[in-house]
């Protein structure tokens, strides 16, 4: 509704800010409505991982597989979002994930690969450049920052967000297209 009405504005994250104003000022979580609860603090302290000999021979394989397909994600994602005429270039792609992985190994993270759903509501709010993650990446630090206010955010809105994101993936005219070509 926010998005059909004023296309420029961050509809989703509008929505969040209400649902947890009307969590907390109603007082919906003493009610049964799920919220995000307590958010741990502190940075991470870089350091390398704990590994002995025997671990790294059991995770070789499926590391290699969750490799395979986190760098094919990241690949096709790329060029799903690229726009005409952008070139993507693998390697680049493998050089920036191998990158972030090896970063954020040092601050006992999750592996990164790309993420389709971040993509498209990046897209749909209209970002044009990688600025967007930037942005992104500061955001993540003000949570950080003010995440004793977060503990009202309603999980069930927080799932909206991915549910909104994955309808924004669906190309309703290629399937269409498709269904043409097959009939």
Request: hydrophobic share 55%.
């Amino acid at each position: 509704m926010i998005q059909w009405r004023w296309p420029r504005a961050p509809g989703p994250l509008l929505a969040v800010l209400l649902a947890a104003g009307c969590v907390g000022a109603f007082g919906l979580s003493r009610h049964g409505v799920a919220v995000a609860g307590r958010i741990p603090a502190g940075w991470p302290a870089p350091a390398l991982p704990d590994m002995n000999p025997g671990d790294l021979r059991k995770l070789l394989l499926p590391a290699f597989t969750v490799f395979v397909v986190g760098f094919s994600d990241l690949v096709l994602t790329a060029r799903a979002f690229a726009r005409r005429g952008e070139q993507v270039s693998a390697n680049r792609e493998l050089l920036a994930l191998g990158a972030a992985n090896a970063a954020v190994s040092m601050l006992h993270g999750f592996p990164v690969s790309s993420s389709a759903s971040r993509t498209a509501i990046g897209t749909a709010a209209g970002s044009r450049t990688q600025l967007y993650s930037v942005t992104a990446a500061v955001m993540v630090a003000v949570v950080v920052l003010l995440r004793p206010l977060l503990t009202a955010f309603p999980e069930a809105a927080l799932a909206a967000i991915v549910i909104y994101a994955a309808t924004r993936l669906i190309d309703v005219q290629a399937v269409e297209a498709l269904r043409d070509e097959l009939a």
